[in-house]
């Protein structure tokens, strides 16, 4: 990796940080499986940062929601078994 690609994978790293602190307040929850492609909140197994998600409805990508909506809107409040 040269030092462009560390520069832009560590400004990557720190908008993603920066987006998802803010959304974790009490009020929202994590739900996995309705993240629409390239609309998922942050990183998983499969790579390191928001909206990256490669399809739709992917059961590891995830979206914070307002807490009690995750269900209705078809998702699941825990990661799915690996």
Not at 36 to 56: E, I, L, P
């Given at each position: 990796?040269?030092?462009?690609?560390?520069?832009?994978?560590?400004?990557?790293a720190t908008v993603c940080a920066a987006q998802a602190a803010p959304a974790a307040a009490?009020?929202?929850?994590?739900?996995?499986?309705?993240?629409?492609?390239?609309?998922?909140?942050?990183?998983?197994?499969?790579?390191?940062?928001?909206?990256?998600?490669?399809?739709?409805?992917?059961?590891?990508?995830?979206?914070?929601?307002?807490?009690?909506?995750?269900?209705?809107?078809?998702?699941?409040?825990?990661?799915?078994?690996?």
């Amino acid at each position: 990796m040269n030092k462009r690609q560390a520069l832009i994978a560590a400004a990557l790293a720190t908008v993603c940080a920066a987006q998802a602190a803010p959304a974790a307040a009490d009020d929202k929850e994590k739900c996995y499986g309705v993240a629409k492609a390239g609309r998922n909140d942050c990183a998983t197994g499969a790579h390191s940062c928001a909206g990256q998600a490669k399809a739709d409805n992917a059961p590891a990508e995830w979206k914070y929601v307002p807490k009690g909506t995750c269900e209705k809107a078809g998702g699941k409040t825990t990661p799915p078994a690996k």
